[in-house]
């Protein structure tokens, strides 16, 4: 039998992730020689279980919730798109360095353009929420030349500090939810965790342009009560979070292991079992 390469996926909680079955999809598929675990850490104790991981021959994790920042704080070297979010959802390791990576915002912007096939270049673009969801997808949405990037939190003033922060890549503003009542957008992403609530974002109705895109990052059995506000006010393309949590897998994957997986097969995978 030959030696596998270990992998995982650290959280705490970990139990309901699927990025298990998701990578083990992968490996099959290209015939890595890798297998893929998940892990629950306990809250205070991150660093010791990484080390520990990676003293017994562990060459990469997956990081999740809540432990994005101590994994950006862990690496040793970061990627630009990382030290942008500040925060580390994917860890590789090799000798005595640690890679910090972000995957989040390359996932969501691979789902969009193409698995939906919707071009983000030239486009308004609305991203609801500032916290570290949005902050990971900021820079990578940039880099795609949108018209412009709107950023709505219900605390304005965490907005602001977004569009400063990336003031430099690209045409930026922020504000309240409401602040973009009479604008519409072309494709409008929820970055809150309002759907884990079952709730919706303070929202105009009228920001969803002709042929808009509604993206949630979460997603459900149902769709969000985001999404179904959306087609009640006009988007014409609506889409959950499973895209990008597969995207995300597969740029983690690349960057381990030097291939790309296809991931529409798994996506179709998770979308008829979710």
């Known amino acids: 039998m030959p030696i596998l390469d270990a992998y995982a996926v650290i959280g705490n909680p970990i139990s309901h992730s699927k990025s298990p079955l998701i990578h083990t999809a992968f490996a099959q598929q290209t015939s890595q020689a890798m297998r893929y675990e998940a892990i629950l850490s306990p809250v205070d104790e991150f660093q010791k279980t990484v080390t520990a991981f990676h003293q017994q021959g562990g060459k990469g994790l997956n990081v999740t919730v809540p432990f994005k920042l101590e994994a950006y704080a862990f690496s040793t070297h970061l990627t630009e798109r990382a030290e942008s979010a500040q925060a580390v959802n994917t860890l590789q390791f090799k000798h005595d360095e640690i890679l910090g990576d972000n995957t989040d915002g390359a996932g969501l912007v691979r789902d969009i353009e193409t698995n939906l096939g919707i071009s983000i270049a030239s486009k308004r673009i609305l991203l609801m929420g500032a916290g570290g969801a949005a902050r990971g997808v900021v820079l990578p949405i940039l880099k795609q030349g949108p018209a412009m990037l709107a950023i709505a939190n219900r605390t304005p003033k965490k907005a602001q500090l977004l569009q400063q922060q990336f003031a430099a890549y690209g045409e930026l503003v922020s504000g309240h939810f409401m602040d ?20 919706i974002p303070d929202l105009p109705a009228n920001i969803f342009a002709n042929g808009s895109l509604a993206y949630d990052m979460m997603y459900s059995h149902e769709p969000t009560r985001f999404l179904a506000f959306a087609q009640q006010n006009g988007a014409h393309n609506l889409a959950d979070g499973i895209g990008m949590l597969v995207e995300q897998a597969a740029e983690s994957f690349f960057l381990w292991r030097g291939i790309r997986p296809q991931t529409k097969p798994i996506i179709a995978q998770l979308k008829t079992h979710a």
């Open 180 to 199: 973009f009542s009479g604008e519409s957008f072309d494709i409008i992403i929820n970055a809150t965790s309002a759907s884990l609530q079952d709730a």
